[in-house]
């Protein structure tokens, strides 16, 4: 056998996105480890290109049009799939021993549920996957026997946080954040928050529509219903912690009332290389956590009349069904609305009530239920 036969084969997905630059970092920390199969862009051309020439994948897909012609006329001998159709082919090969999805939104979870088709386990960045279609990808888990290792630090904290124990003695999940930038604003001046406050995260690096999210505190209320799926446990079991350092990434509480909590320094790289070497932690050079120096950890409740999202996911997520489909899918259409200032930053909540409300509700929903629902929710939306 030969070295790069034994190192694990990944395809990562939105390799040109915030997750999957970070997990590129993580390859060329264990190139011994690693070898990158399959990278996926949308439409930044030129990194994927830069990519591709250094890491040297057996194939790329480009969703953009414009962005695939211009990777397949820069690398004319690397096989270039093209449009969403190219995405979700490449998403669905078996060549690979690991899909690294780290697509952002509703985007991200049919590729998703190819890859658990082939039989392949995911390490899921794209928590829109869970939530939009968690009862059909639990019902998946089972009929294909694959598994997903998830890589948002809140959920690998769990993770590294359940390992070796018994579910049943778990008392509840505590979610940490940092609570976003307008943790302390004044909520009567919230319907003034402008899309360049709303992008200015005090921890973490993102991408735009996650950064809204947290600023909405929709991220927190979507990671809970991720969890709800990644851990099996009920609404009851769940629960936020607002914690501004972003040190604590989350934690276990037991039923003797002990809790274990998983920390480290704000940083994608260490949840992302835990997801892809598990169950190893292997050596890696990033920035280590020093408690002298950063002297107090703080922790506070959410405010819900603040963020009244945090109540529309938990309200979703006892609904279930496609209740936190639409929840999801409003949610990005409304933030995408917002950085296009087509509508105010306190209007966000309103249009994913409102859509809640007006759809019609699927128990256990199939693949076609909730991608009819997607589009319904995206025009619906749209045209508030």
Partial sequence: MTASQQK??????????????????????????????????????????????????????????????????????????????????LAGRDDVDLVLNGLVGSAGMEPTVQAMHAGVNVALSNKESLVMAGDYIDRLLTQTGVKLYPVDSE?????????????????????????????????GTFNTISVEEALKHPNWDMGNKITIDSATMMNKGLEIIEARWLFHLGPEQLDIVVHPQSIIHSMVEFRDKSVKAQLGVPDMKIPIQYALTWPRHRPADWEALDLVRLGQLTFEAPDLEKF???????????????????????????????????????????????????????????????????????????QL
């Fill in 8 to 89: 694990k084969r990944l395809s990562i997905l939105g390799s040109t996105g915030s997750i999957g630059v970070n997990a590129l970092k993580v390859v060329e920390n264990l190139p011994d480890e690693l070898v990158v199969t399959y990278l996926s862009g949308n439409r930044n051309a030129e990194l994927l290109i830069q990519q591709a020439q250094k890491f040297k994948p057996r194939a790329v897909a480009v969703a953009d049009p414009i962005a695939a012609e211009k990777v397949a006329t820069a690398l004319p001998n690397l096989e270039v799939l093209k449009g969403r159709e190219g995405l979700l082919e």
């Fill in 308 to 382: 009244p999202c945090i109540e529309l996911a938990f309200d979703a997520l006892k609904q279930g069904g496609t209740a936190t489909t639409v929840l999801n899918v409003a949610n990005e259409t409304a933030v995408y609305r917002f950085l296009r200032n087509e509508i105010k930053f306190t209007q966000i909540p309103i249009l994913i009530e409102r859509a809640l409300e007006a759809h019609d509700f699927v128990e256990h929903p199939q693949m076609e239920d909730i991608l009819t629902l997607e589009s319904w929710t995206q025009t619906y939306v749209n």
């Fill in 155 to 187: 959920h690998s904290a769990i993770w590294q946080c359940l390992t070796g124990e018994d579910l049943d003695d778990v008392e509840r999940l505590i979610l940490t954040g940092s609570g976003g930038p307008f943790r302390t604003r004044d909520k």
